[in-house]
C-alpha cells in the first residue's frame, strides 16, 4: 500500500492504493494549516481502511505548485520523514 499526497492550489488529497489500484481517499481545502492537519489526516486515512502505518510502504508527493511554497515543503519533509522512520 502506497499513500500519494496530492497538493493542488488550496487542495489537499490523499490518496490509498493498493499497486495501481485506487482503494481510499481525503480531501480537504488547505487553510494556511497543513502542518497540524496531515499527519492527523494520514492516520485518519490509515485507520479507516484497518490498517497499520507499517503496512503503508511508502508516501509520495505530488504537486503543480512550485517548490518554493510552504505547503509542499511541508508535504515533502512529512512523506520523507514517515518513509524513512518506516523503513524495513
Not at 499497486?19 to 492527523?40: A, H, R
Amino acid at each position: 500500500m502506497n499513500i500519494e499526497i496530492i497538493v493542488k492550489d488550496k487542495r489537499i488529497n490523499l490518496v490509498l492504493r493498493r499497486e495501481e489500484e485506487f482503494i481510499d481517499s481525503l480531501f480537504w481545502q488547505e487553510g494556511d494549516n497543513l502542518s497540524q492537519k496531515l499527519v492527523l489526516k494520514i492516520d485518519e486515512l490509515i485507520k479507516r481502511n484497518n490498517l497499520t502505518s507499517s503496512e503503508i510502504e511508502k508516501i509520495k508527493v505530488k504537486t503543480n505548485i512550485s517548490e518554493k511554497f510552504t505547503t509542499v515543503r511541508i508535504a515533502k519533509v512529512v512523506a520523507k520523514t514517515f518513509n524513512f522512520a518506516n523503513k524495513k
